[in-house]
Nanobody, 124 residues
Framework: QVRLVESGGGLVQPGGSLNLSCAAS????????MGWYRQAPGKQRTRVAT???????NYADSVLGRFTISRDNAKNTVDLQMNDLKPDDTASYYC??????????????????WGQGTLVTVSS
């Protein structure tokens, strides 16, 4: 069973920084694109940033220049460094990853997985 576990959320003042981390575990063959999404109360979940296996990145316009996504392919982890945080960044942040996993000694399956979410609150 593949799992994504996030950590690093919390309360921070405007202008502050936080680093979110996500680790994938289970019978993993390879992890493809990884990303971070967020969902504010009463709003839809939206993409924050993604990174492919080769290190290519994509950011939402609202976080460009403030957030940096990175990954460690050997450890199956993805981080999101968030700087100059604003109250509008307040949301639950979710890790996402496309993962090839071993079903048994012969069969593999590709599926998209989500973490349980970590809350980021930006407030003075």
């Amino acid at each position: 069973q593949v799992r994504l576990v996030e950590s690093g959320g919390g309360l921070v003042q405007p202008g502050g920084s936080l680093n979110l981390s996500c680790a994938a575990s289970g019978r993993i063959v390879s992890v493809q694109t990884m990303g971070w999404y967020r969902q504010a109360p009463g709003k839809q979940r939206t993409r924050v940033a993604t990174i492919n296996r080769g290190g290519g990145t994509n950011y939402a316009d609202s976080v460009l220049g403030r957030f940096t996504i990175s990954r460690d392919n050997a450890k199956n982890t993805v981080d999101l460094q968030m700087n100059d945080l604003k109250p509008d960044d307040t949301a639950s942040y979710y890790c996402n990853a496309g993962i090839w996993e071993n079903l048994d000694d012969v069969n593999q399956r590709y599926d998209t997985h989500w973490g349980q979410g970590t809350l980021v609150t930006v407030s003075s």
